[in-house]
């Protein structure tokens, strides 16, 4: 709608309110006979008459009256996108839609969801927990948070950290099977896995002096990082995790680590989102928010 468009609605609806073409020129600071030129100039557009004229008060006709029920749902509708647009520029509000995999989300994102969501009261959050990379533009996701390389998407990205693989297992499966001394070891265990469709059966390590990936077998595979942390800490084999997936396990004595010496990788960590440099007030409020806190999480603990 253009902007000539909406004044001669909001000059009708002052007509049709105060019943005269003075009163609504008081109102919008126009003449009579300019109030009047006005009206006649829509209906010659519009090719029907809105408004019987007569010496003591105008009346709309059944057009003008279907033409001023438009008129103000219209304008309502314009001005409460304007009052919500300007509410957004002020303050942060509207629903964020966010992707994370599950380890991410449940030891990272979502612990610090209350602060945020104290802070934002009139941010709502849409949150999608998968380890499934899914296509930003097809999940219509606002922020997704992505451990590993980062493909040549064209999204935006913030970089969080990296995270330290680690290989777990659990005190009991250790004195049961014995525990790992080098690479070659991994042979005779039982190495839980992933059966998403990128993950490979391989682990990268050093061995001989020269990174090699490791071929490893096991009984189980799942499909996320929860759930084959609850498996290793259940004694069922050996797990290759994020350091911060495994933290508190090995802090609380669950998981216990092996092959330091030989496993070296790690993985990046990203927020990617979509749109400019100038997002949304409510995407960059949950990204500056976000961001210093995941950071600081990321950080690996010493003497661990």
């Known amino acids: 709608m253009s902007d000539q468009r909406a004044w001669e609605m909001r000059v009708f609806l ?15 600071n126009m003449t009579p006979s300019s109030t009047a030129k006005l009206i006649t100039r829509i209906e010659q557009r519009l090719g029907v008459r809105l408004v019987e004229r007569s010496t003591r008060r105008l009346r709309l006709t059944a057009e003008g009256e279907l033409y001023r029920e438009r008129a103000e749902a219209l304008l309502g509708e314009l001005d409460g996108l304007d009052a919500e647009v300007a509410g957004e ?27 945020f969501s104290a802070a934002f009261p009139a941010v709502r959050l849409d949150l999608t ?13 606002d922020i997704a948070f992505r451990i590993g390389p980062l493909s040549d998407s ?4 913030v970089s969080l950290g990296q995270t330290r693989r ?16 080098q690479a070659a070891d991994l042979e005779r265990h039982n190495c839980l896995g992933f059966n998403f469709r990128r993950a490979a059966s391989v682990w990268p390590l050093r061995s001989g002096g020269r990174l090699v990936d490791r071929e490893v077998h096991g009984s189980i595979v799942a499909n996320n990082g929860e759930t084959v942390r609850h498996l290793a800490v259940l004694g069922m084999g050996l797990a290759r995790l994020g350091e911060f997936h495994v933290r508190a396990d090995l802090r609380a004595g669950r998981l216990v680590t092996v092959l ?6 790690s993985e990046s960590i990203h927020a990617l989102y979509l749109g400019s440099k100038r997002a949304p007030r409510r995407i ?19 003497g661990t």
Not at 166 to 176: D, G, H, K
């Open 14 to 28: 002052q007509v049709a309110h105060t019943g005269s073409f003075s009163g609504a020129g008081r109102v919008v």
């Open 154 to 157: 064209g999204l935006l990205a």
């Open 89 to 115: 520029a002020r303050s942060p509000a509207g629903l964020i839609r966010i992707n994370v995999s599950v380890p991410f989300g449940r030891h990272a994102l979502m612990p610090l969801l209350p602060a």
């Open 166 to 181: 680690r290989i777990v297992a659990s005190p009991a499966y250790l004195t049961a099977h014995g525990t790992p001394r």
């Open 284 to 302: 960059r409020a949950f990204l500056d928010f976000m961001t210093p806190r995941l950071r600081e999480f990321l950080v690996e603990p010493t």
């Open 260 to 265: 330091d010496d030989v496993i070296t990788d």
């Open 129 to 141: 927990v998968t380890d499934d990379v899914v296509d930003l533009y097809a999940a219509q996701a």
